[in-house]
């Protein structure tokens, strides 16, 4: 295990932010955080002070990775102040310098699947999705943004550490989706304690240093809720639109609500609302039953003026192939749930590029 120790003695042959002072003593490492071999590393600094700081940086990156043991390591500069620092002073009129969006090489495509709050299926519709999407024969990966919770490895049933060459992570692949996670670099029952700079540092890895190839589509899982690491992702990637998930309760609706508002103030579109957990049909019967209410999602996307993407049922099929890591639609491609998940796929590609374009293969599994 790498300690704070060692990590604090190889950054003191970093100048600070001035240039002159030992990066530990100059009260601008607002955080370290070590997740088995992997080092993440916090710098507060003056936003207007960012792109010329870039080499230190790089060279705090650089000194980390040469430690014994350390696998990678991320810095990331980060307005975010250690507690007890100074607040530098404000210049006089001068606008807030505008989030940097980040191409990633080669991903045509970036869409958000988001909730406002837990407990909806968002990872599970993010993954059908994303699968969805390959049947009509998009190129696609998912990355799961969701640190806290990350549910994507178990979802595609995906274990082990992906390969790196030392620059790049290379994205695991399942039923043809290439898929990327913190749940492949942690261990499944540790807990994410992390501070909002942690969680930014190891999204912003996952995105830039991820070799995702040619992607027709990336599909980020976003952690529930409106808070800093949901708005860190809007601001900072470019995103085409997102998806948000709710159930059809009110209680769910509300928070729904504030996803939609979260993206439309960061000027990013919502290409659709889907209602999961719409309906339960009795396996034995076929009797309906209206678990969670039914219709709420499709009556707030008309009030938001957002379309309706479809109703996903409560099925034992969804949730025992999502425990298995073998999601309905690349197992049961021919089942009616595995066509609702398609159907919204469908309705997302029209969304964004006027609707798929390719022919449409069969999700083979061997």
Not at 4 to 31: F, H, N, W
Not at 356 to 366: G, L, Y
């Amino acid at each position: 295990m790498i300690g704070e120790k060692e990590v604090l003695a190889a950054l003191a042959r970093v100048p600070g932010p001035d240039g002159v002072t030992p990066l530990p003593q100059s009260g601008a490492i607002a955080g370290i955080t070590t997740v088995g071999d992997k080092v993440y590393l916090s710098i507060a600094v003056d936003p207007a002070k960012a792109a010329s700081l870039e080499p230190m940086r790089r060279s705090a990156e650089a000194v980390i990775k040469q430690l014994p043991g350390v696998g990678g390591a991320v810095a990331t500069l980060t307005a975010d102040r250690p507690a007890g620092a100074p607040r530098p002073a404000a210049p006089a009129q001068r606008a807030p310098a505008a989030p940097r969006q980040t191409d990633i090489p080669g991903v045509a495509r970036i869409i958000a699947v988001a909730s406002g709050k837990g407990g909806v299926g968002k990872s599970t519709t993010s993954a059908n999705l994303a699968l969805g999407l390959a049947a009509h024969g998009w190129r696609v990966g998912v990355l799961d943004a969701d640190v806290y919770g990350p549910s994507m490895p178990r979802l595609f049933g995906l274990s082990g550490k992906p390969d790196s060459d030392g620059k790049t992570i290379k994205p695991m692949t399942a039923f043809g989706v290439k898929v990327m996670s913190i749940g492949f670099l942690v261990e499944e029952n540790t807990a994410m304690i992390w501070r909002g700079p942690m969680v930014q540092s190891a999204l912003t890895q996952m995105m830039r240093d991820v070799a995702w190839g040619e992607l027709d589509c990336l599909v980020v899982d976003m952690p529930p809720g409106t808070g800093d690491a949901q708005l860190t992702m809007a601001q900072t990637v470019p995103l085409r639109g997102a998806v948000i998930v709710s159930t059809p309760q009110d209680l769910a609706l509300i928070d729904a609500r504030r996803a939609v508002a979260m993206f439309e103030k960061v000027q990013i579109p919502v290409l659709g609302v889907v209602e999961n957990m719409s309906y339960f049909l009795c396996p034995k019967c076929g009797e309906r039953s209206d678990i969670f209410s039914h219709g709420g999602a499709r009556h707030e996307a008309e009030k938001l003026g957002a379309p309706f993407l479809g109703e996903v049922p409560l099925h034992m099929a969804i949730r025992a192939t999502s425990d298995e890591g073998r999601p309905v639609v690349a197992t049961d491609p021919d089942s009616e749930h595995a066509r609702v998940y398609r159907d919204i796929a469908a309705r997302v590609m029209a969304a964004l590029d006027g609707g798929p374009k390719r022919a449409f293969p069969r999700i083979v599994i061997e």
